[in-house]
């Protein structure tokens, strides 16, 4: 059995914050593996730009050299909203611990995640810095440099906010389909 990060998320589209935040991961020695697991549909959200899909084939190109890092279809699979607790079971059918990343923009929300006290019975959390958001003492605190929202790229795509590995093809979607416009 292993210990492993579950870090999900939309993706939408990748940036190189979700890179810095793979790579401390993968800096911690109580680590064997990270997960990351991009969302069919955010809980919280009503629909999604780029299909999950095409947000899917960018992050295994973006982790493929990661030795420790696994990108998990399991959320895009079942194709509808699928809350954390529920890949968090999943995840603990094959692994014995379980951290889960969040960022810090994520924490005065966090009591409303479906199933919230039961999540936080089932995971440890580690919590990415963002934004000079304050990260209480029982979290364990992941320091990530850089500042950078999804929504802000969709808004003003900028290439050098994109990860070399699939800068291109996100570039060429997202003026494709016009995303920055929505």
Request: hydrophobic share 40%; aromatic share 10%; glycine share 2%.
């Amino acid at each position: 059995m292993k210990t492993i990060a579950l870090y999900g998320g939309s993706f939408d589209p990748p940036h190189i914050a979700h890179e810095a935040i793979v790579k401390a991961l993968c800096e911690l020695d109580f680590l064997d593996e990270i997960i990351v697991m991009p969302t069919y549909l955010n809980p919280f959200k009503k629909s999604f730009t780029t299909p999950a899909q095409v947000r899917l084939k960018w992050l295994q190109k973006i982790f493929a050299p990661y030795k420790k890092v696994t990108v998990s279809s399991f959320e895009v699979d079942q194709e509808k909203k699928v809350p954390t607790i529920e890949s968090v079971y999943h995840l603990l059918q094959k692994y014995e611990t379980l951290y889960l990343v969040i960022g810090a923009d994520n924490l005065k929300t966090l009591h409303k995640w479906h199933r919230y006290d039961e999540l936080k019975e089932c995971v440890h959390f580690i919590v990415a810095t963002r934004n000079d958001i304050k990260v209480p003492n029982d979290f364990i605190k992941l320091k990530i440099d850089e500042e950078i929202s999804s929504s802000d790229l969709r808004e003003h795509l900028d290439m050098s906010k994109l990860p070399k590995a699939c800068a291109q093809d996100i570039a060429r979607y997202y003026k494709e389909h016009n995303a920055n416009k929505n």
